[in-house]
């Protein structure tokens, strides 16, 4: 059975606070990418990984990096948290350029 | 740009009503399109796909999607829900504008009354 497994299903952190959002993906995917999901906004994507090392970004970048450094993790980080980075984060791969993605629970993020 | 609609954001039928979600999408080249649904308290998984071939795709608990491609539309269908297909439900459409994009719509919620 395929899985995505994200780091943390809640978290609650401070304006501020450098946040880690980890992603391990067991399908040995090339393609893994972190979305943000908001009520009526839908998926949004924040940043995607081709190949190890390679990164791009989505459509809403500010205020966060990603990093890999093995073909099956993939983490996305908060430089500096802020109030309107509340959101539920979810981890996705792919195998291959246009199939199906494979999502993770989800990080239910709240920063205060 | 490219974009995706949903054209309902909150649906609430009862049990064994039929259920029609649209789905359009902006773009005029070759697509890839699919439904997602997140159970409450669950991830997001693959209800159906379509790459290529009959229009008409069917997909797990009974849905089924057909595309259109003179309309750019996807709808998913269901004749007859129950109150275990209380989820939301996301059109997604796989673009290729000098890379592959995914771009999913807003969303729609169903709650199905028992």
């Known amino acids: 059975d395929v899985k995505v497994t994200q780091s943390s299903r809640y978290l609650v952190k401070r304006t501020g606070e450098k946040v880690f959002l980890e992603c391990v993906q067991d399908?040995?995917?090339?393609?893994m990418f972190w979305y943000r999901q908001d009520p009526g906004l839908g998926l949004r994507l924040i940043y995607f990984?081709?190949?190890?090392?390679?990164?791009e970004k989505g459509d809403i970048p500010e205020g966060y990096s990603v990093s890999r450094e093995k073909k099956e993790r993939f983490s996305l980080i908060l430089e500096s948290a802020s109030t309107n980075q509340t959101s539920m984060y979810l981890c996705?791969?792919?195998?291959?350029?246009?199939?199906?993605?494979?999502f993770g629970p989800g990080t239910r993020l709240t920063v205060l | 740009a490219q974009s995706v609609s949903q054209h309902n954001h909150h649906v609430i039928l009862s049990e064994a009503a039929s259920l029609e979600l649209g789905c359009n999408y902006s773009?005029?080249?070759?697509?890839?399109l699919f439904w997602y649904v997140q159970y409450p308290g669950q991830h997001l998984q693959l209800l159906l796909k379509y790459f290529s071939g009959d229009p008409l795709v069917k997909g797990i608990k009974g849905f089924e999607a057909e595309f259109i491609k003179s309309k750019f539309s996807f709808n998913l269908r269901k004749p007859s829900v129950q109150w275990s297909d209380t989820a939301e439900y996301f059109c997604a459409v796989i673009v290729n504008t000098g890379g592959f994009k995914t771009i999913f719509g807003a969303g729609t919620r169903l709650f199905v009354k028992a």
């Open positions: 996705a791969s792919r195998r291959g350029q246009a199939g199906e993605q494979f």
């Open positions: 399908m040995d995917h090339e393609n």
């Open positions: 773009y005029g080249g070759t697509v890839n």
């Open positions: 990984s081709y190949d190890v090392k390679m990164k």
